[in-house]
Every structure is written in structure tokens, then in C-alpha cells.
């Protein structure tokens, strides 16, 4: 829980604060994106070796390994004299980040080998993220009227008590497999060129050379890391895992929701600060209604799952989430802050409802053995759709002139991606291989 609370919470205290933030270091629209991005980014591409490096060196070592280098790269971030500085110590945040989310996960999936007992630890676990997306935005709304940097520096407390409580963790099983060095190069190569070339693609321009060459860069990797995944021995993702159909849909699911969340973070932070004039702490309380009953329904989300089965609370929660997107996308440019932030609730309600149901169903699919992996797959699936949420609605907004019509352009994109995964997990109740 300590774990995920400040991984998830580097990802939401920041957005209210990038005002902020650009004031004092400068920047244009895409380096605000890059901020929020080099921590996705860096998370979501290394997530897998994190899976594969937890089997390795066993879950216990490899989450102390990543909480001190998260420390540090938090301590780093708060003492950032410069834009490029705190992109690149926001890289190392999510290094830590990638060994700290699977590693929490394969230790309460060893700890906890009831499938029911192991759903309400997993709940629990994302009530940690939960309480870190309420907490996040009010946060960082308030310590940035300080000095933006004190988001940074409450980390080292947490993370502290974190490696105090994992000192009295018991040993985790070890399996000397070989690295997947081939993979994992073609991975983030794969991601850092698609994510640069969505991003800077509106201010470069699409045909401009370096975006042409980040595209390029994100096919030629990507077919190389499919091939080594196909043909290596000890591949970081092993293919077979997508034969599964439930496996697939769940990893489609995570992926749009997360980039729905996250991209409606990113936007609504702007819109209440640059369109509305609104300060960051005010800016932080009206994302309060959202967050908070994330923290506060997903012990319910579970508990659902348990009696009605995890198709209810996935499909409802997309069903809900796809009602809140498409408000917001048809709110009226003069509605109350206050009544916007209303209609932002069932975004967060409904994404509450899906992640523990979502990750439980895809740890049952998976042998104890490879829960590692399994679980850096799942929360690869979730990170890479919370990166390019933000890329892909930054750079629609980027391509329009007028920011709320940009605004509604990504929500509906966004909305239409929800409808069609929550059609296809209709289909998970059912047992298909």
C-alpha cells in the first residue's frame, strides 16, 4: 500500500502544480507534458523488467531497490535548478516506480493464496493508489502555493516507512532466469519514439523529420520486440499469455482506462487554472469529488466482484466512466467550476470499479510461479495508456486554437475507445481459454 500510494501519487500531485511549475522554470505546452510523461514513460516501458528482475532477485530486494532509487530521484526532483534537470530526475522517479508496483504485487500474491482472501489484499492495496489520487491534486494545489518543490519532498517520509515496514517482510522465492536484454531495448525504444512523436508532433509538425523518425522508431522497435518476444527463451512477456482472451480484454481495459483518467487529469488541470483563472489549491479541491470516492469504493469495487462476479463491476464501471466522459464533453464553456467538477466524478467512480477486478481476474489467469510477470504485463498495459492519454490529449489540444473545443475532441475520442472495451468484456464471464 505505501508502495503504490506514492507511485500513483507522483503521477497526480503533479498535474495541478505544472502552472506553477512553468512559471519559475519556463516551458512550453509540450514540456509540460514531458514532466508528467518522463515518469509514465520510464514507469510503463520498464514495468516488465521489473516483473521479470522481482522473480529474479526475489520481490522483497527488488521493492527495496526501488523504493531508494524512487527516494532519491524524489529528492532530485525538489532540487531541480532547471526544465531539463526535472524531466530527467522524473525519469529515474519512474525507474524506481517500475520495480516498486509489480513487486507489492507478487508479494501479496505469495503472502495471500486464497483467491477471495487475495481480492480483498489486492483491493486494499489499490486503496493506496485510491487515497493518493484524492490526496494528489489537493496536494499539490496547496504545497504549490508554497514552493512547488515540497511535492517532491513528501515522498522521503513515505517512502522511509516503507522500507522500515519492508524490513519485517519475510524472504521472497528467487528463479535465476536469463535477462531479456534484447526486449527491453526494443521496448522502451518502442515507447520513448511513439510517445515523442505524438507529443511534439503538433509543434514540429507530423511531417517534420524528427517526428517521421520517432514514428519510425516506435515500428522498427516494436516489430523487433515482438520478434524477440516470439523466438527468445526467457522473453520479458511472453506471447502465450495473449492466447488467453480473457487475459487480452483485461489488458485492453486497463489501458483505455488509465488513458482516460489520466488524460482527463492532465486536461481538467489546465482548463481550471488557464481557461477558469483558478488557483492551484482550488484547482486541487475541485478534483476532491472525484478522487475521493475512488479511495472510498474500491474496498466496494471488490466486494461486488466477489458476489456478482468480476464482469459487473468492469462492465458497470466503464458504463459509468463512458456517462461522465461524454458530460464533460457536452458541458456548456459557461458551467460553474463547481458543476464541472460534479460531472467528473463518474469518471473516477467508474475507473474505481474496474482496477481491483481487473487485476484480480488477471492474477487468477496466471500460475503463482509467473505472477511477477504477469502483474508488470497488467500494470505495463495500464501505465503505457496512462502516457499516451496525456500525449494523445495534449496533442489534440496543441492542434486546435480554441483549448475547449480541443478539449472536447480528446474526451469524445477518449469516450469511444471506453464503449468499445466495455462491449468486448461482456464477453469475460465467458471460461474461454
Known amino acids: 500500500m505505501f508502495g503504490f500510494f506514492v507511485v500513483a501519487l507522483d503521477t497526480q500531485v503533479v498535474n495541478v502544480a505544472l502552472p506553477t511549475i512553468r512559471a519559475d522554470l519556463g516551458g512550453t505546452l509540450s514540456d509540460l507534458q514531458w514532466i508528467v510523461t518522463a515518469y509514465t514513460l520510464s514507469f510503463s516501458s520498464l514495468l516488465l523488467f521489473g516483473g521479470t528482475f522481482s522473480e529474479r532477485i526475489g520481490a522483497k530486494r527488488a521493492y527495496g531497490a526501488g523504493m531508494i532509487v524512487f527516494v532519491a530521484a524524489s529528492a532530485l526532483c525538489?532540487?531541480?535548478?532547471?526544465?531539463?534537470?526535472?524531466?530527467?530526475?522524473?525519469?529515474?522517479?519512474?525507474?524506481?516506480?517500475?520495480?516498486?508496483?509489480p513487486t507489492s504485487l507478487s508479494l501479496l500474491r505469495q503472502e495471500y493464496l486464497d483467491p477471495a482472501a487475495r481480492a480483498r489484499a489486492i483491493a486494499y492495496w489499490a486503496m493506496g493508489g485510491s487515497v493518493a489520487a484524492a490526496a494528489g491534486p489537493i496536494l499539490g494545489g496547496a504545497l504549490s502555493q508554497l514552493d512547488w518543490r515540497w511535492i517532491f519532498y513528501l515522498n522521503l517520509p513515505v517512502g522511509v516507512l516503507a522500507l522500515w515496514a519492508l524490513a519485517r517482510v519475510g524472504d521472497?522465492?528467487?528463479?535465476?532466469?536469463?535477462?531479456?536484454?534484447?526486449?527491453?531495448?526494443?521496448?522502451?525504444?518502442?515507447?520513448?519514439?511513439?510517445t515523442f512523436a505524438i507529443i511534439e508532433g503538433p509543434e514540429l509538425g507530423y511531417a517534420s523529420a524528427p517526428v517521421l523518425s520517432g514514428f519510425a522508431a516506435a515500428i522498427v522497435a516494436g516489430a523487433l520486440f515482438l520478434t524477440a518476444q516470439a523466438r527468445g527463451h526467457h522473453p520479458?512477456?511472453?506471447?502465450?499469455?495473449f492466447r488467453s482472451r480473457r487475459v487480452t480484454i483485461t489488458l485492453?481495459?486497463?489501458?483505455?482506462?488509465?488513458a482516460g483518467f489520466y488524460g482527463l487529469v492532465f486536461?481538467?488541470?489546465?482548463?481550471?487554472?488557464?481557461?477558469?483563472?483558478?488557483?492551484?489549491?482550488t484547482t486541487g479541491l475541485l478534483f476532491l469529488p472525484m478522487t475521493g470516492l475512488v479511495a472510498v469504493l474500491n474496498p466496494l469495487a471488490a466486494r461486488v466482484a466477489v458476489r456478482y462476479g468480476p464482469v459487473v463491476p468492469i462492465v458497470g464501471g466503464q458504463v459509468v466512466m463512458l456517462a461522465g466522459l461524454l458530460a464533460l464533453a457536452g458541458a456548456a464553456a459557461t458551467a460553474p467550476p463547481w458543476a464541472v467538477a460534479l460531472l467528473m466524478i463518474p469518471v473516477g467512480v467508474?475507473?474505481?470499479?474496474?482496477?481491483p477486478p481487473l487485476t484480480s481476474l488477471l492474477m487468477d489467469s496466471v500460475p503463482a510461479e509467473r505472477a511477477g510477470t504477469g502483474s508488470g504485463v497488467l500494470n505495463t498495459a495500464r501505465q503505457?495508456?496512462?502516457?499516451?492519454?496525456?500525449?494523445?490529449?495534449?496533442?489534440?489540444?496543441?492542434?486546435?486554437?480554441?483549448?475547449?473545443?480541443?478539449?472536447?475532441?480528446?474526451?469524445?475520442?477518449?469516450?469511444?475507445?471506453?464503449?468499445?472495451?466495455?462491449?468486448l468484456s461482456l464477453s469475460l464471464h465467458r471460461p474461454r481459454p
Open 78 to 101: 525538489g532540487l531541480a535548478w532547471s526544465l531539463p534537470v526535472l524531466v530527467a530526475a522524473r525519469v529515474l522517479q519512474g525507474v524506481g516506480a517500475a520495480l516498486i508496483t
Open 172 to 194: 521472497s522465492p528467487r528463479r535465476l532466469l536469463p535477462f531479456d536484454r534484447t526486449g527491453q531495448v526494443t521496448a522502451v525504444l518502442a515507447l520513448a519514439g511513439l
Open 236 to 241: 520479458m512477456m511472453p506471447l502465450d499469455l
Open 252 to 258: 485492453a481495459a486497463a489501458f483505455v482506462g488509465m
Open 267 to 281: 486536461v481538467q488541470g489546465l482548463y481550471f487554472q488557464q481557461e477558469r483563472g483558478l488557483d492551484p489549491l
Open 350 to 355: 467508474g475507473g474505481s470499479f474496474t482496477v
Open 384 to 423: 503505457v495508456g496512462g502516457s499516451l492519454g496525456v500525449a494523445a490529449i495534449g496533442a489534440v489540444l496543441a492542434a486546435h486554437t480554441d483549448f475547449l473545443h480541443g478539449q472536447r475532441t480528446g474526451l469524445l475520442a477518449i469516450a469511444a475507445l471506453v464503449a468499445l472495451t466495455g462491449a
